[in-house]
């Protein structure tokens, strides 16, 4: 199809919405100003609309693609991979041998580890088993972090203030019973932690944590709130799980875990496990891993049929070759050094108050003056219409972040020191204009994961 006869992006966008609901596949896809976006190429650090406008990515899917988009040598190793091999779905692969290995070198808390095809489905999987293995009802999760799509973690992520210390479930259609055996606790409350184990410490199957809260951005965590969690659930005999879907291998190879220190029971990854391929994984404690039925007459039921994919594997295998090898980190966190820095600079020049923080390749700048954030509860004071209206505004001057609120920003390998010069440019620009319309004073339909009507009680 010549350029002259391939349909716009409002085109496909129209057709879209007839068959596909709501014309996305991802709640978080439909974005506010931006509907009539459809994404046509991706190359290292930037995208390319129907249009054929071309942006620099800072949004990159939620993170996976620390690499830089399409990187060669993954892509590659998938190319290979399908030469010879792909779902057979009866036993294993030299592949998943050769990444369980990776995995259980790499982690500190990884003695054995199961695939997965998604985030979400390796967090069920852990609530899951260390219910089975406890016996008990009660999960602990804290307010802001986000673990997936399924019931009991499908609540207080990014809530209304009136929502705060009570259940907010993102989604309706959630049994109340589930709701009721989920405590939200807030983040870096090391206090609120000690007293849900003195009230509850003989129910609580497991406690689930993103150790750094990007969902709403970032959250530094506290070494002794982190201390706490493994203290606690060590002395009751329940089950640390470290959600690092989002800071597993963007942040370290090792994890945030290696990063602070503290080892948890089990461990759940995705993103940028495999820069962009569909990929989880669950590892941790032998004798917790044991429990699931790929081991012959275990307990805890564990199946996918496109776990352990060949080309997902190839590609993981790859990109954590490639993050081994090469300085990705090191250049990734010199250029979220310079992004902070550089932003930070431009938003005191402008008199406006915020607060740029962030960790490594992940940037986020909250309008709001300082310190910066320890809990959900701070982050209530983000001027949202200025977040979302100068994000609104950056793709005119060829930047795409997310427009919705809290959303954190990722840098990649592909990225170029010229990227975070255009950024802080933009940047400037787009909040300069901001400014002087006042915000963005409507915001209908931008996406908060909360307020859903409440089927049950649910606890703090």
């Known amino acids: 199809?010549?350029?002259?006869?391939?349909?716009?992006?409002?085109?496909?966008?129209?057709?879209?919405?007839?068959?596909?609901?709501?014309?996305?596949?991802?709640?978080?896809?439909?974005?506010?100003?931006?509907?009539?976006?459809?994404?046509?190429?991706?190359?290292?650090?930037?995208?390319?609309?129907?249009?054929?406008?071309?942006?620099?990515?800072?949004?990159?899917?939620?993170?996976?693609?620390?690499?830089?988009?399409?990187?060669?040598?993954?892509?590659a190793a998938v190319t290979e991979a399908g030469r010879r091999l792909d779902l057979c779905g009866v036993a294993v692969t030299d592949g998943e041998v050769q990444l369980a290995e990776t995995l259980a070198e790499l982690v500190p808390s990884i003695e054995k580890v199961l695939?997965?095809?998604?985030g979400s489905e390796a967090t069920f999987h852990a609530l899951r088993v260390a219910r089975a293995a406890t016996g008990r009802r009660l999960v602990v999760k804290f307010q802001g972090c986000y673990h997936g799509w399924h019931d009991s973690v499908s609540l207080n992520v990014i809530s209304a203030p009136d929502k705060v210390g009570v259940a907010d479930p993102i989604s309706t259609g959630i049994l109340p019973e589930v709701l009721d055996a989920t405590l939200v606790l807030r983040f870096n409350d090391v206090a609120a932690v000690r007293a849900a184990f003195a009230a509850h410490g003989d129910d609580i199957a497991a406690v689930i944590v993103e150790p750094v809260p990007h969902n709403v951005g970032c959250l530094l965590p506290d070494q002794e709130f982190l201390r706490t969690l493994r203290e606690e659930c060590t002395r009751a005999g329940s089950v640390l799980v470290f959600d690092e879907v989002i800071t597993g291998f963007r942040h370290?190879?090792?994890?945030?875990?290696?990063?602070?220190g503290v080892t948890p029971d089990l461990t759940t990854m995705g993103k940028a496990i495999a820069n962009g391929y569909p990929i989880?994984?669950?590892?941790?404690?032998?004798?917790?891993?044991?429990?699931?039925?790929?081991?012959?007459?275990?307990?805890?039921?564990?199946?996918?049929?496109?776990?352990?994919?060949?080309?997902?594997?190839?590609?993981?295998?790859?990109?954590?070759?490639?993050?081994?090898?090469?300085?990705?980190?090191?250049?990734?966190?010199?250029?979220?050094?310079?992004?902070?820095t550089g932003i930070t600079e431009v938003l005191a020049d402008l008199g406006v108050p915020?607060?740029?923080?962030?960790?490594?390749?992940?940037?986020?700048?909250?309008?709001?003056?300082?310190?910066?954030?320890?809990?959900?509860?701070?982050?209530?004071?983000?001027?949202?219409?200025?977040?979302?209206?100068?994000?609104?505004?950056?793709?005119?001057?060829?930047?795409?972040?997310?427009?919705?609120?809290?959303?954190?920003?990722?840098?990649?390998?592909?990225h170029t020191d010229a990227d975070i010069d255009h950024l802080v440019d933009a940047t400037r620009a787009a909040v300069?204009?901001?400014?002087?319309?006042?915000?963005?004073?409507?915001?209908?339909?931008?996406?908060?994961?909360?307020g859903a009507t409440p089927t049950g009680g649910g606890r703090r």
């Open 354 to 414: 915020a607060v740029v923080t962030g960790h490594g390749s992940v940037f986020v700048t909250y309008f709001m003056p300082g310190p910066a954030p320890r809990s959900y509860d701070d982050l209530l004071r983000n001027d949202a219409g200025m977040f979302i209206g100068y994000r609104r505004r950056m793709p005119e001057h060829g930047i795409f972040e997310l427009p919705l609120n809290l959303k954190r920003n990722h840098i990649s390998y592909a």
């Open 1 to 75: 199809m010549n350029s002259r006869s391939a349909p716009t992006g409002a085109t496909l966008a129209e057709r879209a919405r007839r068959v596909i609901p709501g014309g996305v596949n991802s709640g978080q896809r439909s974005i506010p100003g931006l509907t009539e976006l459809v994404i046509a190429r991706a190359s290292g650090a930037h995208f390319w609309d129907a249009d054929g406008r071309q942006y620099t990515d800072y949004h990159a899917a939620f993170g996976p693609p620390l690499l830089g988009h399409n990187d060669p040598d993954v892509n």
């Open 252 to 260: 370290d190879l090792g994890g945030w875990q290696k990063i602070s």
């Open 432 to 450: 300069r204009d901001t400014l002087a319309a006042g915000g963005v004073t409507e915001l209908a339909g931008t996406a908060t994961m909360g």
């Open 115 to 118: 695939l997965t095809s998604t």
């Open 280 to 340: 989880g994984a669950l590892g941790g404690r032998a004798d917790l891993m044991d429990l699931f039925s790929t081991h012959p007459g275990a307990p805890a039921f564990f199946a996918g049929t496109y776990n352990g994919h060949p080309a997902v594997v190839a590609a993981a295998i790859a990109t954590l070759g490639k993050l081994r090898a090469e300085p990705v980190h090191e250049h990734v966190y010199r250029l979220g050094e310079r992004a902070r």
